[in-house]
């Protein structure tokens, strides 16, 4: 028996406000539209994996940073925070963009603090302040958004502050592969971040997976946080 398997096309947007020699497939463009979106809180991309989800996450945070402020990018693994940071540096050079580009997971943080004789809290804020982009995974979120990194004195809250104040448009990748626990705490740290944010300098988070988390999903709609779902535009055949 004989198998033929039909190619897939992603279809191009009808329109690309990008000039660099290529043009946006269909989610991409309406990723970025979405993300400028007053309305639109949270945005789930599901296009196929291989179709230019790592651009379309890249894209808001190249043209609107006037807008988003830096951005953050969280991976569930640190092999995919690597591979991700060469394939978000190869695309800067490509749209013609220099950006700050930093890594950041436990063995780093400590590393960092162990070099600039600082402690977790200066270090982390240190890294907010230097870089434009940072990638790094969903527990160094959640860890900063539970107050982890500050003194038990104080402002408690200092790290995460000074971080989502800086830090207004958050990817999730791979969403699919968390676990309830990291779902549970993007939930709850998207609830902190919102109530801490205004609506003059909005937070925006986006969630690339080509399966996407319907429990996810209908709790952020339940809070009465607005999302929109993305899907790629497809075309098949032998062409």
Same mark, same amino acid.
């Given at each position: 028996?004989?198998?033929?398997?039909?190619?897939?096309?992603?279809?191009?947007?009808?329109?690309?406000?990008?000039?660099?020699?290529?043009?946006?497939?269909?989610?991409?463009?309406?990723?970025?539209?979405?993300?400028?979106?007053?309305?639109?809180?949270? =945005?789930?991309? !599901?296009?196929?994996?291989?179709?230019?989800?790592? #651009?379309?996450? @890249?894209?808001?945070?190249? %043209?609107?940073? &006037?807008?988003?402020?830096?951005?953050?990018?969280?991976?569930?693994?640190?092999?995919?925070?690597?591979?991700?940071?060469?394939?978000?540096?190869?695309?800067?050079?490509?749209?013609? =963009?220099?950006? !700050?580009?930093?890594?950041?997971?436990?063995?780093? #943080?400590?590393? @960092?603090?162990?070099?600039? %004789?600082?402690? &977790?809290?200066?270090?982390?804020?240190?890294?907010?302040?230097?870089?434009?982009?940072?990638?790094?995974?969903?527990?160094?979120?959640?860890?900063?958004?539970?107050?982890?990194?500050?003194?038990?004195?104080?402002?408690?809250?200092?790290?995460?502050?000074?971080?989502?104040?800086?830090?207004?448009?958050?990817?999730?990748?791979?969403?699919?592969?968390?676990?309830?626990?990291?779902?549970?705490?993007?939930?709850?740290?998207?609830?902190?971040?919102?109530?801490?944010?205004?609506?003059?300098?909005?937070?925006?988070?986006?969630?690339?997976?080509?399966?996407?988390?319907?429990?996810?999903?209908?709790?952020?709609?339940?809070?009465?946080?607005?999302?929109?779902?993305?899907?790629?535009?497809?075309?098949?055949?032998?062409?």
């Amino acid at each position: 028996m004989r198998l033929k398997l039909l190619s897939t096309w992603s279809k191009y947007s009808s329109y690309s406000e990008i000039n660099q020699g290529f043009q946006l497939v269909t989610h991409q463009q309406e990723v970025w539209d979405a993300i400028r979106d007053p309305k639109i809180h949270v =945005v789930f991309d !599901t296009a196929l994996t291989g179709d230019g989800k790592t #651009l379309a996450g @890249l894209l808001p945070a190249v %043209k609107e940073r &006037k807008f988003l402020g830096k951005a953050l990018f969280a991976y569930p693994t640190n092999e995919l925070i690597r591979d991700q940071a060469r394939q978000l540096g190869e695309w800067s050079k490509k749209l013609d =963009v220099q950006l !700050t580009l930093g890594q950041l997971n436990s063995s780093q #943080l400590s590393a @960092l603090m162990r070099q600039e %004789k600082f402690d &977790k809290s200066e270090t982390l804020q240190n890294i907010a302040s230097d870089n434009e982009i940072v990638l790094t995974n969903p527990d160094i979120f959640t860890l900063i958004n539970r107050f982890y990194y500050d003194r038990r004195w104080g402002n408690i809250a200092k790290t995460a502050q000074k971080w989502f104040a800086q830090y207004r448009y958050i990817i999730f990748d791979e969403f699919h592969i968390f676990n309830a626990p990291q779902i549970a705490n993007v939930l709850d740290g998207i609830a902190f971040i919102r109530a801490n944010s205004t609506s003059r300098y909005p937070t925006k988070f986006l969630f690339l997976s080509a399966t996407p988390d319907k429990l996810l999903i209908n709790a952020l709609n339940r809070a009465g946080i607005i999302s929109k779902e993305i899907h790629g535009s497809y075309m098949h055949g032998l062409e």
